[in-house]
């Protein structure tokens, strides 16, 4: 019997991404010697057509996109990426091409962060195409990053700058300027902050994937904690501040912007500046934990401004 | 800020489900660590409604399949399960009963194989409901059961009966009879073949998702080897017998059977069928490996019979 087109399909695409312990894709599941004493992170993402990405997105993008939410989440952990498994449902009919495009944007990434495929599952789905991914990392015992680590007087600190995912989103659907690209750039291919050599430095960490107004109250609802935030301190890009502080303050900053979220001691600011730096990435300090609990904001002369319960969910 | 309705879905129906190294689905990723010294083996397999169960399967079952049909794969590398990941991409509009259902048919199969829910993600789709699942066993290493092991000589067995699932998918269609319920019962809720102390017996092992046939090349394939099939030994139920013998030989029997099939030298049949037999499962020999390639099919008297090139394919 010759195979049918699915394990041709995976033999001639992504077979060739597949890593050590991944048997050739040809076994009923991966066998791997997890890294000696280290602890394993694992996280797992999905992404939907029409949902995460727009139905247009090249595959390519869409590739990487998907591996790199995962990986943020590697680096809201403060891990190292490992290897990743994969399961993609796509609709009957999708052109080999299609794959071809997909699995090229997987090797792109595979190589950019050193992640290699582990195993997974392709299937047929009468919906728009749905994909998943479980991706594994490692860090020394005890020492993984959490949410629920903030201490009250701690600064929280953001990574790079905030809002560029919902402001691509706008700029692919035509609302708004996008001259050079960037913004959609941002949308479709977010950068996971990983390898911030911040262990010791922060007390609490997470990545920002619903908006950042939510995910810093999930960061001091965690922690046990109120936080105030100096809504004028947020950095933003030139399409950002143009959208002004209610941007922000509305929590329609939105999300998909995949920087993360940091605690930090006020005495552990310089140290944690410097790290950042040496992976090129900025920080900016944009409020602190307090004991209470809450979100609340706060403009440059100390008038406290009305928060949005914007952010996304998906029910 | 309240919570969305995303993560109180996930608190009320999900966080009772977690496992050690979860974190109570509370944080960015999972951490745990492996079992010291064991290799990991991992698996994935993803179920879309209209493709993988019927739109009116109740939820409890398809939790419960989607699991089962994981676990088989951890059955068929010889591994003990431990913990999975869940992707959950569902329609808007989903009733929270509905959830409250799926999470209970995890957890009555959490309890059945002794596994934990590690992390996962839940998000809408406007397409139909769209599952993955990874995951975890573990297996001393260098001892996971391979496709690829058998060596000429050696028998091939299968467990249970063969045919089942495709006979349920039709017994739920209303084309065949099915009084006891019995087909629909192992088309829903397939039995993983779990805890076969057949380490040293085998020399190679898969499971049947995709049809005999079809799996039984794919074993032969990667062993190197031909295969020769007495199809009147293929274990059929009553309702398989009615169907005869051109069931099994044009590949009709289709997939989501969920046996195992199990090549061992035919010095180790005695042993092979008592380990089965402490379990519970019956095991038959149905066929042996030659040197050469490709599956040839004989009746009882020894005549060759043509083969169908049936089985699943997604695309």
């Known amino acids: ?5 699915e394990f041709s399909l995976i033999a ?17 599941a991966a066998v791997f010697m997890p890294p000696a004493g280290r602890a394993l992170v694992v996280t797992a993402d999905a992404m939907v057509g029409g949902v995460h990405f727009l139905p247009g997105d090249p595959a390519r993008d869409i590739a990487r996109k998907l591996l790199r939410v995962n990986l943020s989440d590697i680096a809201s952990m403060g891990a190292v990426p490992l290897c990743y498994m994969l399961t993609l449902s796509a609709p009957r009919g999708t052109p080999d091409a299609w794959f071809g495009d997909f699995a090229a944007g997987l090797a792109l990434d595979q190589a950019a962060y050193g992640v290699q495929l582990l195993g997974g ?7 728009p195409l749905s994909l998943s991914v479980t991706m594994f990392g490692h860090v020394a015992p005890g020492t993984a990053w959490r949410r629920g680590g903030a201490r009250p007087g701690d600064a929280l600190w953001v990574t790079g700058v905030i809002g560029q995912g919902v402001l691509g989103l706008r700029a692919l659907r035509g609302e708004i300027a996008d001259p050079d690209g960037s913004l959609a750039a941002h949308y479709r291919l977010p950068q996971p902050r990983l390898g911030l050599a911040l262990h010791g430095i922060v ?16 960061m001091a609802r965690a922690s046990g904690l109120g936080l105030e935030i100096e809504l004028d301190r947020v ?8 959208a002004g502080v209610d941007f922000v303050a509305s929590g329609a ?10 605690a930090a001691p006020e005495g ?3 140290r944690l500046v ?42």
């Open 1 to 5: 019997m010759s195979l049918p087109a």
């Open 12 to 28: 001639r695409h992504f077979a060739p991404l597949a890593g050590d312990g991944a048997l050739g894709l040809t076994d009923d």
């Open 121 to 127: 599952d392709t299937t047929s789905t009468p919906g």
């Open 203 to 218: 007390s609490a960490a997470m990545d920002i994937s619903d908006g950042l107004l939510q995910d810093a109250g999930h």
């Open 235 to 242: 950095p933003l890009s030139d399409a950002g501040r143009s």
């Open 253 to 262: 900053a939105g999300g998909d912007d995949y920087e993360l979220l940091l």
């Open 268 to 270: 552990n600011s310089d």
């Open 274 to 315: 410097a790290a950042a730096a040496e992976k090129g990435v900025a920080v900016t300090r944009i409020g602190r934990f307090v004991a209470g609990a809450g979100v609340r904001g706060f403009s440059a002369d100390g008038r406290e401004m009305a928060l949005g319960g914007g952010g996304w969910s998906h029910f």
